[in-house]
T-cell receptor, first 111, second 113 residues
Framework: RKEVEQDPGPFNVPEGATVAFNCTYS??????FFWYRQDCRKEPKLLMS???SGNEDGRFTAQLNRASQYISLLIRDSKLSDSATYLC????????????FGAGTRLFVKA | DTEVTQTPKHLVMGMTNKKSLKCEQH?????MYWYKQKAKKPPELMFV???????INESVPSRFSPECPNSSLLNLHLHALQPEDSALYLC????????????FGPGTRLTVT
């Protein structure tokens, strides 16, 4: 089992749609959780941190469920510019604070 | 300012060459990272420096040699690479090495011929 697993993609959605991504992690000692987006041939950019209480930034909402060991990202009112790969990132404490990326989920938003 | 800079942007090197990748940040971050990313794959952690000391080496072959001359600079020295080492090499930094957000540089696209 991979340490961090994400929904397989790609997701193809029309503009204005709501889309949700899920990510599960295997290490219950994981400390921190993030969502990054990566555009083609660019570096990953931080989208948001994920907290147990949930957090929202405009059209984006992230949730963490420690009991079930998953995190989610909800994008409302999708825009063409949301088309990218979304990467789930987990920092765990096993022999040091290691950063593990999920494989990423590709999102295509179409007009 | 959340800028991490990397040089060069592109690098082509032969298997017998020695080259270095450079990374710089001026955010006062105390942790810096090297990642390797192959096409259509996520970044894979290679090394972590925390307070200028190597804290994590993810069993990276010795032909990759990291160096942290000071808290703002991170180098990756390359020697006797293989064609399969061709990839995007990303540098990142964060406040500390534990629970903090990481900010990435634009990467160096390396081709080994």
């Amino acid at each position: 089992r991979k340490e961090v697993e994400q929904d397989p993609g790609p997701f193809n959605v029309p503009e204005g749609a709501t889309v949700a991504f899920n990510c599960t992690y295997s290490n219950s000692a994981s400390q921190s959780f993030f969502w990054y987006r990566q555009d083609c041939r660019k570096e990953p950019k931080l989208l948001m941190s994920v907290y147990s209480s949930g957090n929202e930034d405009g059209r984006f909402t992230a949730q963490l469920n420690r009991a079930s060991q998953y995190i989610s990202l909800l994008i409302r009112d999708s825009k063409l510019s949301d088309s990218a790969t979304y990467l789930c990132v987990v920092i765990g404490n096993t022999g040091g604070f290691k950063t593990i990326f999920g494989a990423g989920t590709r999102l295509f938003v179409k007009a | 300012d959340t800028e991490v800079t990397q040089t060069p942007k592109h690098l082509v090197m032969g298997m017998t060459n020695k080259k270095s990748l450079k990374c710089e940040q001026h955010m006062g971050h105390r942790a810096m990272y090297w990642y390797k990313q192959k096409a259509k794959k996520p970044p894979e952690l290679m090394f972590v420096y925390s307070y200028e000391k190597l804290s994590i080496n993810e069993s990276v072959p010795s032909r990759f040699s990291p160096e942290c001359p000071n808290s703002s600079l991170l180098n990756l020295h390359l020697h006797a690479l293989q064609p399969e080492d061709s990839a995007l090499y990303l540098c990142a930094s964060s406040q500390g090495d534990r629970s903090y957000e990481q900010y990435f540089g634009p990467g160096t696209r390396l081709t080994v011929t």
